[in-house]
């Protein structure tokens, strides 16, 4: 019999029932430390009490009317999004493919308006994810999304991250945009180059383009800045943000300046549901907590913490892992084993990590993250590691496993058999990109 729920899904039999902080129990009462965060959407953690009140004062007032009227949380929140962004205009959406949508749409329209409807293509970058609509993924370029649904919707033209030569061979008369990811997320946790950032703005500027940031996975506070494009002292034209924005309720946005957005007049877009009171009211918390004085400075100062000990993680298994990347409490370990093999062993061991591109072990953790917390979390992948090694050893020499023998012992912080100050004269690794 066909499955009542569509089998778009290899789901792991586990079924989490409640969330508290940083972390889930799952149906039969086991507790895991979260380091997925939902794919970086609770970044305020599970349950936070100021999100909870949000939305239950508001639950008991009113859920939806739609955008035939006035939202008033609409509007606040636009205006704080406007206020700490290079914006000067929101639209709000369920979930980041809708703001991806918009932001295609809106790009293409600018021409359009400007006397120029040949110029409709967007150019992305190789391992790039822009979501699961027709044109998300004719943006990402992935075959694997793309097959069997037809022909790729035109408009779409991808080249290589970080190849200036390829970009200039492709962008023609018909170019409207560019469109790009500061940290690709589910290509593998890479860090984009500053200074290539910085020269898609030059050339966008000299070619009359548009630059359009992705920072679903990297906004609102994930790389330690309420948006990454502010690491690299440019601003895009159009920003796609969702996730972290609705810490946990669905809930996107497109935000853009407004000579982009001028082609954006009314009935040209909508939505039913996007921005409702409900989707509002969470929205303006969350931003609210990220907004704080010490915020931002705590994920800057957690995610430093967890780089270093990432690296001391590293050098303590070479044989599972190959190196560490990425920015803020967005990072991800290069593995030398099947990423999978290590997720599942991972969450045997009580910790939630999560896939991504080039056999890479994502690590999102909510933003709220305490030291104590990430310490506990490289003790687990720790105790990951050296469960792997065990098997390991235990496959190659039954002898030596049953005498004992087993895989190198990292010393990382959080493995509750190393000492105390074993990490003095352990070798650290900075992550790989990391943008300053």
């Known amino acids: 019999m066909f499955p009542a729920l569509l089998p778009t899904y290899n789901r792991a039999d586990i079924a989490f029932v409640r969330g508290e902080g940083s972390y889930l129990f799952a149906g039969d009462g086991k507790r895991y430390l979260d380091f997925g965060a939902g794919i970086a959407v609770n970044a305020f953690g599970h349950a936070n009490p100021r999100l909870v009140a949000a939305l239950s004062e508001q639950a008991g007032k009113l859920w939806h009317t739609s955008n035939l009227y006035r939202v008033p949380g609409q509007e606040s929140l636009a205006k704080k999004l406007v206020a700490n962004s290079f914006a000067d205009t929101v639209f709000f ?57 037809g022909p790729k919707v035109e408009g779409f033209d991808q080249v290589p991250l970080d190849d200036m030569a390829a970009l200039n061979r492709v962008i023609g008369p018909q170019t409207a945009a560019l469109i790009i990811e500061p940290v690709q997320g589910e290509g593998g946790v890479k860090p984009v180059r500053p200074d290539f950032l910085r020269a898609l703005r030059k050339l966008c500027d000299e070619k009359g383009l548009l630059l359009i940031f992705d920072e679903i996975q990297t906004g609102v506070g994930r790389t330690g800045k309420l948006f990454a494009y502010e690491w ?52 303006n918390a969350a931003l609210d907590l990220a907004l704080e004085p010490g915020f931002l400075a705590h994920v800057t100062k957690i995610g430093n913490y967890l780089n270093q000990q990432l690296g001391a993680l590293v050098a303590g298994h070479p044989a599972i892992f190959e190196g560490v990347r990425g920015q803020g409490l967005m990072l991800g370990l290069k593995m030398k084993i099947a990423n999978t093999d290590f997720i599942t062993a991972a969450r045997e061991a009580g910790l939630i990590v999560l896939p991504a591109g080039e056999n890479v072990v994502r690590l999102l953790p909510p933003l709220t993250l305490s ?9 687990l992948l720790n105790r990951a590691a050296t469960a792997l090694e065990a098997q390991k050893a235990a496959a190659s020499s039954p002898a030596r496993d049953s005498a004992g023998g087993g895989g190198a012992r990292s010393t990382v912080e959080g493995d509750s058999q190393s000492s105390s100050g074993a990490l003095a004269d352990r070798p650290v690794r900075r992550a790989e990109g990391a943008q300053t």
């Not at 972290?244 to 309720?249: E, T």
């Not at 030291?371 to 003790?379: D, F, K, L, N, V």
């Open 232 to 283: 690299v002292g440019i601003e895009p034209d159009i920003m796609c943000v969702a996730k972290a924005i609705g810490g946990g309720f669905p809930l996107g946005a497109t935000l853009a300046t407004a000579e982009a957005a001028k082609g954006m007049t009314v009935g040209t877009h909508g939505t039913t549901y996007g921005g409702n009171p409900l989707a509002m009211a969470v929205g």
């Open 93 to 149: 959406t369920n979930s980041g493919a809708e703001a991806c949508e918009l932001a295609f749409k809106m790009a293409r329209r600018y021409h359009f308006v400007s006397g120029h409807p040949e110029r409709f293509h967007i150019i992305s970058f190789e391992g790039a994810f822009h979501g699961r609509t027709l044109a998300g993924i004719a943006a990402g370029g992935n075959e694997k999304y793309l097959e069997g649904f």
């Open 371 to 379: 030291e104590t917390e990430a310490r506990e979390g490289i003790g």
